[in-house]
């Protein structure tokens, strides 16, 4: 299935984008796409049910605006340098293991919603990147398979980074992670059923109609189901958290001098197989 959340920001409901894309009415089968849903296998088979029935009322897409997938997300933990061909174009040696940091949940805005350049930015990148959201409460998993069985599904995560903020004003990589607005969400959540494997995505981003990247996730280091069941073993994943698994070669801070870096005006667009198309502009803070 192909979740999502519509309407003005705060105040989304949830939806489905059937099989023909058209975009039907949740709301009067479940409160919203959040955690407490993805949990609930009994719901979620009533979703499925009333999408096969054609029981579930159309909605206008065209008037409304698309908002991140998931709501009430309990955390964002974020994967460093998870792509061979990204940690060459920095210069980073290969980790040994995952580099992590977290994303605050109130960076997440939806997928076209505008972009916020920081005050003070010189070096706000992009970066194009698999979401993972989590279905099950996962706690020292053992395998990858049951790494894979707590995965709900996947969405296109853009993991908008500040690189001055992150690299050198001190500590760790948190003040050029979670300035406002720098995580758009979507615009589906994909369930896990419909990506056979996360392994086997191309993953692509424009700026201003030039392609900046183009990836696959055959490319990263550690695939998905090590980094679910890696995570597992430092923290305690819920329903509804959600995890970013890195990006793949062509952001700006790989560029030759000088570095592309986003300014207020640009336009980026990026999308990823099978889980839809996001497009933001960029204005001041």
Known sequence: MKLLRVGSAGAERPALLDADGVLRDLSGLVPDIDGALLADEAALARVRDAEAGGALPRLDGESLR?????????????????????????????????????????????????????????????????????GRTARYLESEEAALAAVAGYAIAHDVSERAFQIERGGQWDKGKN????????????????????????LRLWVNGEL????????????????????SQFMTLYPGDVIN??????????????????????????????????????KSA
Not at 67 to 81: E, F, N, S, T, Y
Not at 87 to 96: C, D, V
Not at 182 to 202: H, Y
Not at 260 to 270: F, I
Request: charged content about 20%.
């Open 245 to 282: 698994t890195g990006t793949p070669a062509g952001v700006a801070m790989g560029q030759p001098d000088p570095k592309p870096y986003l300014r207020a005006g640009d336009v980026v667009e990026l999308e990823i197989d099978g889980l839809g198309r996001q497009r933001q502009a960029f």
């Open 212 to 231: 900046k990247q183009n990836g696959t996730t055959a490319e990263q280091i550690f695939p998905v189901a090590e980094v679910v069941r890696y995570l």
């Open 66 to 134: 698309v908002g991140a997938p998931l709501g009430r997300i309990g955390k964002i933990v974020c994967i460093g340098l998870n792509y061979h061909d990204h940690a060459t174009e920095t210069g980073a040696k290969i980790p040994a293991e995952p580099i992590l940091f977290m994303k605050a949940p109130d960076t997440v805005v939806g997928p076209d919603d505008t972009v916020l350049v920081p005050r003070g930015s010189e070096k706000t990148d992009w970066e194009v990147e698999l979401a993972v959201v989590i």
């Open 179 to 202: 300035c406002e607005t720098f995580n758009p969400l979507g615009p589906w959540l994909v369930t896990a059923d419909e990506v056979p494997d996360p392994q086997a995505l191309g």
